[in-house]
């Protein structure tokens, strides 16, 4: 017997998330495709978890006192399209027709502004310390899921620190990639119907 999937993507929403909406999107440019998917790590305050202070940063309701680190992020408006929690639960900003505020300044093979056609999804978690097994199982069942939905997107998953080189290290030295790229090829084969 297969496991139903945990996740389906109907209008750009994911089906299964925890949907927060973000104020921080536009649209993406016409005629636009989604062929990428950008790997990143967020915790605030820096390298602590739990709090809420991701989903409040990313709907502008930080309060900026609470911590000295967010005075210097005051008022930055971001967002990804998605959130995975340290508890492996996934949490749904911005639509995927919609362009979320996740790259900034990069390029991939060439292609400038990866906002424009990519969909970005936050671990929660730092530089220098072990994600957690349960954000890998999610982020495989969601990568899956959307590799499935968005074709393009198959052949081109990148991390935060591979289209804005110089400029951001995440998802960091411990996001294990070959280990996430063998645990998706795995779900992947036992998910397709023979
Ligand atoms: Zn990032």
Known sequence: MQQAPAFHVKDGQLIGARQ???????QRPDNTEIQLIV???IS???SQFG????????????DWSVHPYFQTIQGMEVSAHLLILRTG???QF????????HA???SYLGKKECNNYSIGIELEGSDDQPFEQVQYDALVQVVACLQAHYPKTQYHLAGHSDIAPGRKTDPGPYFNWAAFR????????ASIPE
């Open 104 to 106: 900034g300044r990069s």
């Open 94 to 101: 911005v639509n995927f027709n919609d362009r979320a505020w």
């Open 44 to 46: 605030l305050p820096p």
């Open 39 to 41: 790997i990143h790590n």
């Open 20 to 26: 927060v909406p973000s104020p921080n999107f536009n």
């Open 51 to 62: 709090g809420g202070y991701i989903e409040q940063f990313f709907q502008n309701k930080l």
């Open 89 to 91: 639960e996934v949490i």
């Open 182 to 189: 063998e645990q998706l090829h795995h779900y992947k084969k």
